[in-house]
């Protein structure tokens, strides 16, 4: 059964959006969807695959974006056809009724989180809709986007954390700022790859600290979230896109142990 929006209110469980930042390749696609969909069950998570067809806001003019479109969204109907829950970002008006055809999650990118028309058309979509919040934008205050969506009659709205502007090149996360965004009313996912990201600090690229991904995770885990949102590549090293702050798929086992066993004791006391 595909993800659906309660799974996102459900305390008992954590959602787990996870995937290769980009769609590399078909194969690629299911090798990773397969691997982590069988990590994921084993741990009670509930997944939704993730991965863009199109990664518009690269650095450089250099950087790999995707198969595009219409390649794209073929890929990711066909692992949906296979059962698997999937989301992807969109960032034109133009990109979202095809996508929905195809996914169960739009997702509206940070950098694009006050476009209005994006968020409008989102939720008309039907599909939930997932705000990641900008890096220049106040936990008290991404709930004016979510209430765009929500304007349209559509209440199938996930907030996503991926950190805030620190300075240059980098960034920090306000752990506060997750309480802060569920008081608005909306289920908080905490993205913790794109919040050890370092933002253009890779010479052309964004370069990333890896080996924070679990304590900024369990931070969140432990303050309290509906889900996590995991960039995992079984070579982060050669990935097309993000590969300096992804997780390795042979870390992810111990990484959602450990997650389980946060949420397990948090929602004991």
Not at 87 to 95: K, M
Not at 106 to 114: D, V, Y
Request: charged share 20%; net charge neutral.
């Amino acid at each position: 059964m595909g993800i659906s929006f309660t799974d996102f209110l459900n305390p008992a469980r954590l959602v787990l959006m996870a995937g290769p930042c980009v769609i590399e390749s078909e194969a690629h696609v299911n090798k990773m969807a397969d691997a982590i969909s069988a990590i994921a069950a084993a741990e009670g998570f509930s997944y939704v695959f993730k991965a863009s067809f199109d990664k518009a806001n690269r650095t450089s003019l250099k950087g790999f974006r995707g198969p595009g479109l219409n390649e794209g969204l073929r890929i990711l109907g066909d692992l949906r056809k296979r059962g698997f829950s999937t989301v992807t970002d969109v960032h034109e008006t133009s990109q979202i009724a095809p996508a929905a055809e195809v996914v169960d999650v739009i997702q509206i990118p940070a950098f694009l989180c006050r476009q209005t028309d994006l968020l409008l058309e989102a939720g008309r979509s039907g599909r939930i809709v997932n705000v990641k919040k900008g890096q220049f934008v106040a936990p008290h205050d991404i709930h004016h986007a979510a209430d765009k969506v929500a304007s349209t009659g559509n209440r199938q709205v996930v907030l996503t954390e991926r950190g805030s502007s620190f300075g240059y090149n980098n960034l920090v996360v306000d752990m506060r700022g997750l309480r802060i965004m569920a008081e608005a009313g909306w289920p908080v996912v905490f993205d913790a790859t794109h919040s050890v990201q370092l933002p253009s600090g890779g010479g052309g690229a964004s370069a990333g600290q890896p080996q924070f991904i679990e304590p900024l995770a369990s931070a969140a885990v432990a303050v309290g979230v509906s889900g996590l949102f995991v960039e995992v590549h079984d070579d982060p090293t050669n990935a097309l896109s993000d590969g300096p702050n992804a997780l390795r798929l042979d870390l992810l086992p111990g990484f959602l142990r450990k997650m389980r066993r946060i949420h397990s004791a948090a929602h004991s006391l």
